[in-house]
């Protein structure tokens, strides 16, 4: 059982970054990928990135390549989604998950066994 706590949503104004963090309890964090996904009102919940077990392999959507970059601290229990340069349309609410299948799963929702309760941001134009 994997318990995750995200933290650091806000609001923010375009252009600006935020650091969103996820916080997993649990001895066997390490041998879980996490991802991130967000949802925007009236859409569906949709991928954003994800990090290998080891952090030495990442995923993102294109929408946020070479905007956002995710990383973990193992050490810690603790997957981290930086923001930089964000823009309106980046405005949901963004949900840390963990999975321990393949990484040809990792973009796929269906493949996160456990999921926090989400953290909002909000970027204003």
């Known amino acids: 059982q994997v318990e995750l706590v995200e933290s650091g949503g806000g609001l923010v104004q375009a252009g600006g970054s935020l650091r969103l963090s996820c916080a997993a309890s649990?001895?066997?964090?390490?041998?879980?990928?996490m991802g991130w996904f967000r949802q925007a009102p009236g859409k569906e919940r949709e991928f954003v990135a994800a990090i290998s077990w080891s952090g030495g392999n990442t995923y993102y959507a294109d929408s946020v390549k070479g905007r956002f970059t995710i990383s973990r601290d193992n050490a810690k229990n603790t997957v981290y989604l930086q923001m930089n340069s964000l823009k309106p349309e980046d405005t949901a609410v963004y949900y840390c998950a963990a999975t321990s299948r393949t990484p040809k799963y990792y973009l796929s929702i269906r493949a996160y066994d456990y999921w926090g309760q989400g953290t909002q941001v909000t970027v204003s134009s």
């Open positions: 649990g001895r066997t964090f390490n041998s879980y990928a």
